[in-house]
């Protein structure tokens, strides 16, 4: 493949202003420097949190200031997801990319809302899917008015508080879309299996991404963080944020 890759990153979510950024300042950096694109994202709700008492985020309203504020500091491009079919019009209205949860990939009034945005729309495999079942989410999205339709590989799950990837999905989801990502901090999640929260093995992520692209995947996600053992969301999947530039360098 002679075009570069894709590659998304950023914190899981807003904990704060002063966290977007330093990781947007980073991105930038990593952009100017390499000659990618980076697009930024970050949650301003994790609806699907382990537990009631987890952290979810600043909320909409102030979350999308907060990620229109990272565009104009840092011109970056912004991808972040929605939970239920009314937030797609506020957030297409601020980002880019709109991203749909894997657990949420079946959800036709969700996919139609966000595709009725004109925006691109990443759709993540869901934890039960197979990469060829993903043809009917990204069916029900182009013909909804999708600008363009990404799909995401992310594992798939069977109890027992572990996921698996199949990098066969890879070039099974490409025969679908033009643009698979692969996403390599999720990839590595141990769902729930953190006492009451998600844990993960963070060192696997470079030998994800690689054997990602091996398979043809051309585009790659990561969750990314200063002090990731201190996030306050998916902190043992994520990346250390000094460790994405050497990764992304693995992938051109």
Sequence with gaps: MDKKPLFIAGPCVIESAELLDTVAATLADINRRLGVEIIFKASFDKANRTSISSFRGPGLEKGLRMLADVRSKWGLRLLTDIHESCQAAPVGEVV???????????????????ARTGRTVNIKKAQFLSGEDMRYPYEKAMKAGAGE??????????????LVVDFRNIPDML??????????????QRPGAAGGKTGGNREFVP????????????????????????????GPNMLYLNDLENVIKSLL
């Design 207 to 234: 030998a994800m991404a690689r054997a990602a692209r091996a398979f043809g995947a051309n585009g790659f996600f990561f969750e990314v963080h200063p002090d990731p053992d201190h996030a306050l969301s998916d």
């Design 149 to 162: 339709v990404w799909l995401t590989e992310r594992g798939n799950m069977y109890g027992y508080n572990n």
């Design 175 to 188: 025969g679908i879309a033009s643009t698979v990502v692969m996403d390599c901090t999720h990839s590595v």
């Design 96 to 114: 880019d990319v709109i991203q749909i949860p894997a657990f949420l990939c079946r959800q036709t009034d969700l996919l139609v809302a966000a």
